[in-house]
């Protein structure tokens, strides 16, 4: 699984921050900003779902259980570089921007989405590469999250039916 959406993040000009557990958080516009980063990243989740899709065909053939994935991505600064302290220090993307993605990835489950965006991601990847981008996408109802004053708007793109599993 690591293989194939790690494959898709760097096929789309992405960088790998860290594997946590089943999850893989991935950055788009680091170490240096580009003029696509969103548009990347909405295509990096399109091409993680499609990967998936296919490799579930072939698990399904042998008869083995499918494998469901949640995205989440927002756009927005972020601090780079060395985090943490004497003993232990880790490169890596850190702040709101980060959090708020994590908690757009958690929501896709109650959400029945396969994808989450955030509004000024989406905002953002249409000025960078038109409206297309969002194909597939649907507005959702503002989400209240964690330590945010205001509730955030979003993109979802629903998850297929014909993918869902038992978890």
């Known amino acids: 699984c690591h293989g194939r959406l790690g494959k898709a993040v760097f096929d789309h000009g992405g960088t790998i921050d860290k594997y946590i557990g089943d999850a ?3 950055t788009f516009g680091t170490p240096r900003a ?3 980063d969103a548009a990347n990243a909405v295509d990096c989740a399109h091409a993680m779902a499609a990967a998936i899709a296919a490799w579930n065909g ?3 053939a042998r008869g083995l259980p499918l494998v469901e994935i949640g995205i ?3 756009y927005g ?3 780079l570089g060395d985090i943490g302290g004497e003993g232990r220090l880790e490169y890596t993307v850190i ?3 980060v ?3 994590s908690r757009l990835d958690g929501a896709t489950r109650a959400l029945g989405a ?3 965006i955030s509004d000024a991601l989406a905002r953002r990847a249409c000025a960078e590469d038109g409206d297309a981008v969002l194909d597939g996408f649907v507005a959702g109802e503002p989400q209240t999250l964690r330590n945010r004053a205001a509730p955030l708007d979003i993109w979802i793109r629903p998850r297929p039916q014909d993918r869902l599993t038992e978890a």
């Open 24 to 26: 893989i958080m991935a």
């Open 114 to 116: 396969e994808i989450v």
């Open 58 to 60: 072939e698990r399904a």
């Open 72 to 74: 989440g991505l927002h």
């Open 77 to 79: 600064p972020a601090v």
């Open 95 to 97: 702040g709101d921007t």
């Open 99 to 101: 959090n708020v993605a």
């Open 34 to 36: 580009g003029d696509r």
